[in-house]
């Protein structure tokens, strides 16, 4: 069997990843949807699923009043529990509602790293540094920066 060229296998890789991309998109998947989702979970806060009651009790948001804010929800589960008395007699029903979001710490790092957004990175000094200059540069471009500003603020000013 004949060993393929690397630029080869780099050609055949690009046409895979092109043709995968198409089929996702056929299947109504497309960036902006995916980034909509991604920022649903990103900034997705509690709030938006329950208010507090009158009283003082917590009530969750029925999925309309949540809007687009329920697809940040990974699982929703509801148990009622009724307390009967000896002869059967209801006594009363309780509800609970136990919910839970995508991970936004997961949703943050993917975004992130589709965003090529890095850590900053630590630079090691070798040798000795001399700040005093740079300090003195930095002054000057404020000051500099200041009277241009205040320049066209006075300039405005006077039309």
């Not at 697809?71 to 007699?89: F, H, N, P, W, Y």
């Amino acid at each position: 069997m004949k060993r393929l060229a690397p630029e080869d296998n780099e050609r055949i890789n690009k046409e895979v990843i092109c043709e995968t991309r198409k089929e996702f998109e056929r299947c109504g998947h497309s960036v902006s949807k995916i980034a909509k989702e991604l920022a649903l979970i990103c900034y997705s806060d509690p709030a938006n699923h329950c208010d507090i009651a009158e009283g003082g009790e917590l009530r969750f948001k029925t999925f309309d009043e949540q809007g687009d804010a329920r697809r940040a929800l990974q699982s929703l589960e509801e148990k009622t529990v009724i307390t009967e008395s000896k002869d059967g007699k209801e006594l009363y029903k309780t509800s609970t509602v136990k919910w839970k979001l995508h991970d936004k710490l997961e949703a943050l790092n993917l975004t992130s790293e589709i965003m090529s957004i890095k850590k900053p990175k630590e630079i090691k000094l070798n040798g000795n540094l001399d700040v005093r200059g740079a300090k003195q540069k930095l002054v000057t471009r404020i000051n500099t920066v200041v009277k241009q500003r205040a320049k066209r603020a006075n300039t405005k000013r006077a039309k």
